[in-house]
């Protein structure tokens, strides 16, 4: 599965845009992208998924580079609900998740 | 449909001693997943079943053992507890993309 690489931590004010980068140069033409968040002390959530489309669905929106090297996960308006640490992770259809550290976002008010 | 079921939610052993960690899902997932998660750290997978009557090692598999029980149950068995086993442990199940996270069992060893 692909390596990915999530900056550590990051800050969003409540109602703004969040942006989460994600860097996965080595992917695969096979491997989906996708997105998970655990919020403190509960089994992760899944967030969303692509392979090479930007997708949307109710609670973020996902845009894949063109050369799928990376991707961003954008939360359109946080709430302090969102607080949470979200993982992205590379993996092709049928292989297990292999979570990494993620980057911990702090929705602040 | 109450998703990922685990039990119990807290456990305290004291070294050496054993017990089984319950998961059920009602779901009718096919595949199921048992990860544990260190402080601050990201989840380790430690055995999986794609199918009822299969299991398989994933990346921390010493010192446990799991039972696929039916398409329903998915248990993790600690024969003898150590303190380096020690943190949360989540079950999973899977649907097409999409894992489906129980609560969690919070275990200390002593």
């Known amino acids: 599965d692909a390596k990915t690489t999530q900056p550590p931590s990051m800050d969003c004010a409540e109602g703004r845009a969040a942006n989460l980068p994600c860097n996965h140069s080595t992917i695969s033409g096979n491997e989906y992208v996708y997105w998970y968040r655990q919020i403190h002390s509960q089994g992760p959530q899944y967030i969303i998924h692509?392979?090479?489309n930007n997708e949307t669905n109710e609670m973020a929106s996902l845009i894949i580079t063109e050369d799928r090297k990376s991707s961003t996960l954008i939360l359109p308006h946080a709430t302090l609900r969102d607080t949470a640490v979200y993982y992205c992770?590379?993996?092709?259809?049928?292989?297990?998740?292999?979570f990494g550290g993620g980057t911990r976002v702090l929705v602040k008010p | 449909n109450a998703g990922v079921t685990q039990t119990p939610k807290f456990q305290v052993l004291k070294t050496g001693q054993s017990m089984t960690l319950q998961c059920a899902q009602d779901m009718n997932h096919n595949s199921m997943y048992w990860y544990r998660q260190d402080p601050g750290m990201g989840l380790r997978l430690i055995y999986y079943?794609?199918?009822?009557?299969?299991?398989d090692k994933g990346e921390v598999p010493n010192g446990y053992n799991v039972s696929r029980l039916n398409k329903r149950e998915f248990s993790l068995r600690l024969e003898s507890a150590a303190p380096s086993q020690t943190s949360v442990y989540f079950c999973a199940s899977l649907l097409a993309s999409e894992q489906y996270f129980g609560p969690g069992t919070r275990l200390t060893v002593t």
């Open positions: 692509g392979l090479k």
């Open positions: 992770i590379g993996k092709a259809a049928g292989n297990k998740l292999t």
């Open positions: 079943s794609a199918s009822e009557g299969t299991t």
